[in-house]
């Protein structure tokens, strides 16, 4: 499936929503012409959604699984409170150091806190109460990233998880795939849960935004 939402109800989503700040659309514009998987970035629907969602909820702690080359982490940190911290995660350093020196830039980067390597070793070492996670790393990972910080997310804290349609492979009759089988099997998981809700929105390749009850 090679289209999930009209090309042309995506462009007006794009023209109807505020625009990216200088720094976010400038990391935004280097991914896009610089990076062999820039089909991975957020992008400017989708990061406002994550920035409108934290300034709504004023964070004190964001967690962020998969940097990627930190457009997103910038996205959020915009509603951390004053005092606020954002932990993100990149298992990859080269994508790392793109997205460090993106944080560099930025007038919130001593609220970003970049750790790299694998993130279910760096989970175990974060003693945090979690107001938003937002996971966007490798798709096997996903139910067993959501367990190890469901219970560190607060109650009434969000976890957003992207790519969960997943490019449309889990919309056909027989998924194939161990990444589309992956998400499926993440997305039944959580709606079997009955510590969480969920509403799954097809934004971009789809977010599953999670309550925790």
Not at 4 to 14: N, Q, R
Not at 52 to 59: G, H, R, W
Not at 181 to 191: G, L
């Amino acid at each position: 499936m090679d289209e999930l939402v009209s090309i042309l109800a995506e462009d007006y989503a794009k023209k109807m929503t505020s625009p990216e700040v200088e720094l976010i659309n400038a990391v935004g514009q280097a991914t896009i012409d610089t990076h062999p998987h820039a089909h991975m970035l957020s992008g400017h629907v989708q990061g406002k959604f994550l920035e409108i969602i934290s300034t709504l909820l004023q964070p004190k702690r964001i967690l962020e699984i998969g940097t990627f080359t930190g457009y997103s982490a910038l996205c959020l940190a915009k509603g951390l409170q004053p005092d606020g911290l954002l932990h993100t995660i990149e298992l990859r350093e080269e994508d790392a150091a793109n997205a460090k020196k993106s944080f560099e830039r930025s007038d919130v980067k001593e609220k970003i806190i970049l750790h790299v390597g694998d993130a279910k070793m760096i989970l175990s070492t974060l003693k945090e109460d979690w107001d938003i996670v937002f996971i966007d790393a490798d798709k096997t990972g996903y139910i067993e990233y959501y367990e190890l910080i469901l219970p560190m997310v607060k109650p009434n804290g969000l976890i957003i998880a992207d790519n969960v349609l997943f490019h449309g492979e889990v919309l056909n009759p027989t998924i194939t795939g161990k990444n589309a089988k992956a998400i499926h099997s993440f997305n039944e998981h959580v709606k079997n849960d009955n510590r969480v809700e969920q509403v799954l929105l097809t934004v971009r390749d789809g977010l599953l935004v999670i309550r925790k009850r």
